[in-house]
Antibody, heavy 119, light 109 residues
Framework: QVQLVQSGAEVKKPGASVKVSCKTF????????IHWVRQAPGQGLEWLGW????????YYAQKFQDWVTMTRDTSINTAYMELSRLTSDATAVYYC????????????WGQGTLVTVSS | EIVLTQSPGTLSLSPGERATLSCRAS???????LAWYQQKPGQPPRLLIY???RRATGIPDRFSGSGSGTDFTLTISRLEPEDFAVYSC??????????FGPGTKVDIK
């Protein structure tokens, strides 16, 4: 069955970088966009952008353009999201999710990765 | 950017009652590109409704979505104990960014 399995929780210091992975199972990796969404503690959902696994094209929400990078490795059906120059505002649960289109609803989600930024 | 507003912030109801949740967009949502999600603590969101009114696979028929343009509604006809959760709407129209509403918490009265 379709599954998106994310890497484990991370604790980082301000100014550091973090890379979160999203390994997919049970469907054609190249056939769906991978979107990334975050949720700060007690807050709503916030969309960061997408990657097209077929060709590596990316789109980042304007707010995150300067500090997020999305990549993929098609040989292992895995997408990655790297956040750089972390500040405490980046503390959140980060989710990967599958969407058929660039603008789409998300039918399957990863379990989430908690990234904590603290000195 | 399309801003989504959800009301009420919290809805206190008893099992068996009907829940009506509202999602209002700051601009027209093209092609009724509006989805609803349910989220419980410590879990990722679960897709309930897409295309404003289409139930996702495996979603019970007590969940229904309606609306178009800027005003959308999620209705739960009879609340079951497992339905007490936070519900968020999402628009995914023609132009990015994709945006979410702040959520409505449905809790037990």
């Amino acid at each position: 069955q379709v599954q998106l399995v994310q890497s484990g929780a991370e604790v980082k210091k301000p100014g550091a970088s973090v890379k979160v992975s999203c390994k997919t199972f049970g469907y054609a990796f190249n056939g769906y966009y991978i979107h990334w969404v975050r949720q700060a503690p007690g807050q709503g959902l916030e969309w960061l952008g997408w990657i097209n696994p077929q060709n590596g094209d990316t789109y980042y929400a304007q707010k995150f353009q300067d500090w997020v990078t999305m990549t993929r490795d098609t040989s292992i059906n895995t997408a990655y999201m790297e956040l750089s120059r972390l500040t405490s505002d980046a503390t959140a649960v980060y989710y990967c999710a599958r969407g058929f289109l660039q603008g789409d609803y998300f039918d399957f989600w990863g379990q989430g990765t908690l990234v904590t930024v603290s000195s | 950017e399309i801003v989504l507003t959800q009301s009420p912030g919290t809805l206190s109801l008893s099992p068996g009652e009907r829940a009506t949740l509202s999602c209002r967009a700051s601009q027209n949502v093209n092609s009724d590109s509006l989805a609803w999600y349910q989220q419980k603590p410590g879990q990722p969101p679960r897709l309930l409704i897409y295309g404003a009114s289409r139930r996702a696979t495996g979603i019970p028929d007590r969940f229904s979505g309606s609306g178009s343009g800027t005003d959308f509604t999620l209705t739960i006809s009879r609340l079951e104990p497992e339905d007490f959760a936070v519900y968020s709407c999402q628009q995914y129209g023609d132009s990015p960014p994709i945006t979410f509403g702040p959520g409505t918490k449905v809790d037990i009265k």
